[in-house]
């Protein structure tokens, strides 16, 4: 039972740069999400998706896209890399209250 | 949206010590309120959560308090051990979703 399984655990894009991080879950999931961290500010939300063919913004949606591929897969695309998209990206799923998060994608954009 | 405020951003106890984070939050329809222990490198690990409609709830070393009239909640880890430094996170549930709105995040640091 591998939980949530994120890939890449590290990448360095070059601006301009495109990539998607993928995310699958195994534990028959409703809700996945995709948050992003930063040094002193928390987890902040870019995209969710609350149920298999539906998704919708956070709090920092732009520069992002999302596909709910099927029930257990929630991709994360950045079309062109910035700098300022240099994080530690992490995706989550839940079925009812309690969150499983993944381990993480250290992503740095040069 | 939800605001969640939290404080301290870093705090440092001895051993043995009680350590006690706050949390604010700004919606009143918010009914969920976990605690997330993150270590260096590491995913965020539930390690307690509390619903609108329960006051406090324990686990071993660790408590956690709600006030839905005041809108914050706080957790309190007693008996400190090197163990429980790490990196806390408060959050807050809403929305059709319940997606988790997080606070910006306790250093706890316990001195041997």
């Known amino acids: 039972n591998a939980g949530v399984t994120q890939t890449p655990k590290f990448q360095v894009l070059k601006t301009g740069q495109s990539m998607t991080l993928q995310c699958a879950q195994d534990m028959n999931h409703n809700s996945m999400y995709w948050y992003r961290q930063d040094p002193g500010m928390g987890l902040r939300l870019i995209y969710y998706?609350?149920?298999?063919?539906?998704?919708d913004k956070g709090e920092v949606p732009n520069g992002y896209n999302v596909s709910r591929l099927n029930k257990r897969e929630f991709s994360l695309r950045l079309e062109s890399a910035a700098p300022s998209q240099t994080s530690v990206y992490f995706c989550?799923?839940?079925?009812?209250?309690?969150?499983?998060f993944g381990s993480g994608t250290r992503l740095t954009v040069v | 949206g939800e605001n969640v405020e939290q404080h301290p951003s870093t705090l440092s106890v001895q051993e043995g010590d009680s350590a006690v984070i706050k949390c604010t939050y700004s919606?009143?329809?918010?009914?969920?309120f976990p605690w997330y222990k993150q270590e260096l490198g590491k995913r965020p690990q539930l390690i307690i959560d509390?619903?609108?409609?329960?006051g406090e709830k324990k686990d071993q070393r660790i408590a956690v308090t709600l006030n839905k009239t005041a809108k914050h909640f706080s957790l309190h880890i007693t008996e400190t051990q090197p163990e429980d430094s790490a990196v806390y996170f408060c959050a807050a549930s809403t929305g059709s979703a319940r997606q988790l709105t997080f606070g910006s995040g306790t250093q706890l640091t316990v001195l041997p």
């Open positions: 919606d009143s329809a918010s009914n969920y």
């Open positions: 509390i619903r609108s409609n329960v």
């Open positions: 989550a799923s839940k079925e009812f209250y309690g969150y499983t």
């Open positions: 998706s609350a149920s298999e063919g539906t998704t």
